[in-house]
């Protein structure tokens, strides 16, 4: 398996922003994982792993680490009874058709996450009411120590969280199902993917949700609408007009430009409502917010 050097990472990214990374890597079997978890080790090395980056802010002087993109039999999927079985690396759109193809329904609100089943462990991903920890039944997380199957409460899995760290690598998941007629999986997935299509920038450079949604009768999105965000400007990044919860990239925009529009919006978040939002956007790299 190649160890690639310097490999820009924007391109790994749906906002389509950010550096290189130290070294780059594509395992597609638990074998070249472990290959490559060791390299790290040897090298003294700090590992992450990106899915589709649909959920990532990667930052723009790089990152120092081996940065991981699972492919072959790590991103492949399929059915065993009511099991749906992915390896991290499985888009979620491809993990959906699979489920609808042996008749399996629970799985239709990932059509709404672009991502990969990894990814979705990393951050308990959900929408329209359903979640990973609502269908997982365990996961193999390999870490330079070894591979071990984990349980949803062993994942430490609540709202958009888990307890993973980098240098864990979600390498295969298995999702309890439930039997359903294809057509209506069909019909329910039509459903949700027109109404995230009717609020939703799904046409732009985004990295989907900025912040999560608070404790408050407002979501994240409502909150900075009525802060008077929608369509701020700051470089090449604007808070969306469609939706306030989502930054696109409109004119060659730089990550500096997103974490810039992420700190104005929880400074007025903080002011008009007294509320400190949290990103649910995952950060690669040096970068934080300032404080409030």
């Known amino acids: ?90 888009v979620n759109a491809v993990c959906l058709h699979r489920a609808r193809a042996a008749g399996l329904g629970g799985f239709e609100f990932a059509c709404a996450i672009p991502g990969t089943v990894g990814g979705g462990v990393w951050m308990n ?13 365990r996961a193999l997380v390999v870490d330079s120590d070894g591979a071990h199957w984990r349980t949803p409460d062993q ?28 057509d209506e999986i069909k019909a329910i997935v039509a459903d949700l993917q027109q109404q995230r299509k009717a609020a939703q920038p799904t046409n732009k450079r985004t990295y989907g949700s900025v912040f999560k949604n608070p404790d408050h009768e407002l979501t994240a999105g409502r909150m900075l609408e009525a802060c008077g965000l929608r369509g701020y400007r700051i470089g090449g990044a604007q808070i969306s007009p469609r939706h306030a919860n989502f930054i696109e990239n409109v ?37 934080e917010l300032p404080p409030l």
């Open 1 to 90: 398996m190649k160890i690639e050097q310097g490999v820009a990472l924007a391109r790994f990214t749906t906002i389509g922003t950010g550096g290189p990374a130290r070294a780059f890597a594509r395992p597609g079997s638990l074998d070249q994982l472990a290959e490559a978890l060791a390299w790290a080790r040897a090298n003294d090395v700090s590992v992450a792993t990106v899915g589709l980056g649909s959920n990532l802010l990667v930052a723009d002087d790089g990152v120092d680490s081996l940065v991981l993109k699972l492919g072959g039999d790590l991103a492949a999927a399929r059915t065993e009874d009511d099991l749906l079985v992915a390896g991290g690396g499985a």
């Open 125 to 137: 991903a959900g929408a329209y009411g359903g979640d990973w920890a609502g269908v997982l039944v």
């Open 155 to 182: 994942l430490g899995l609540r709202y958009r969280h888990s307890d993973l760290r980098h240098g864990e690598v979600v390498a295969s998941v298995e999702f309890q199902l439930e039997p359903r007629p294809g």
């Open 251 to 287: 004119d060659g925009a730089r990550t500096n430009d997103a974490v810039a529009l992420m700190a104005e919006a929880r400074r007025r978040a903080r002011d008009q409502f007294g509320v400190e939002l949290e990103h649910e956007v995952e950060f690669l790299g040096p970068l």
